[in-house]
């Protein structure tokens, strides 16, 4: 099954988007940004799978379990599989860039499927 964000939060540095696994092997969509961010474990155990700019060939695998972090690299696909019931994952994208110049909310720059981020 699919699954969708089931909260959005900003911090004074953050934008922060939690979504729920509910059952083991509940998926969410392959998908990229254009800008690079943290996916961190918030319960449970999750699968996630990168693939370096839709290279399929290169696939990267990781296992993580609470609070163990992924960095996802701009334009790079993403995917991840709950691997026990009741999952949580947050993605967490700076608010600003090097210059302090605010960026985009991170859901402008979202691709899902088969494409790469804008």
Same mark, same amino acid.
């Not at 509940?26 to 700019?53: I, S, T, Y």
């Not at 609070?67 to 994952?89: K, M, R, S």
């Not at 947050?90 to 720059?109: N, Q, T, V, W, Y």
């Given at each position: 099954?699919?699954?969708?964000?089931? #909260? !959005?939060?900003?911090? /004074? !540095?953050? $934008?922060?988007?939690?979504?729920?696994?509910? !059952?083991?092997?509940?998926?969410?969509?392959? $998908?990229? $940004?254009? =800008?690079?961010?943290?996916?961190?474990? #918030?319960?449970? =155990?999750?699968?996630?799978?990168?693939? *370096? $700019?839709? =290279?399929? /060939?290169?696939?990267?695998?990781?296992?993580? &379990?609470?609070?163990?972090?992924?960095?996802? *690299?701009?334009?790079?696909w993403?995917?991840?599989?709950?691997?026990? /019931?009741?999952?949580?994952?947050?993605?967490?994208?700076?608010?600003? /860039?090097?210059? &302090?110049?605010k960026?985009?909310?991170?859901?402008?720059?979202?691709? *899902?499927?088969?494409?790469?981020? !804008?």
């Amino acid at each position: 099954m699919a699954v969708q964000c089931v #909260r !959005r939060e900003d911090t /004074d !540095r953050h $934008h922060i988007y939690t979504t729920q696994y509910q !059952r083991v092997d509940d998926v969410c969509e392959l $998908h990229a $940004h254009a =800008r690079w961010h943290l996916m961190q474990c #918030r319960k449970g =155990r999750v699968q996630v799978v990168l693939w *370096p $700019h839709g =290279r399929t /060939d290169q696939m990267v695998l990781k296992e993580v &379990g609470f609070l163990d972090q992924v960095e996802v *690299p701009a334009g790079w696909w993403h995917q991840v599989t709950a691997l026990e /019931d009741d999952c949580f994952t947050s993605c967490i994208f700076d608010l600003f /860039d090097e210059e &302090g110049l605010k960026l985009d909310d991170p859901k402008a720059s979202f691709d *899902p499927g088969t494409r790469v981020a !804008r």
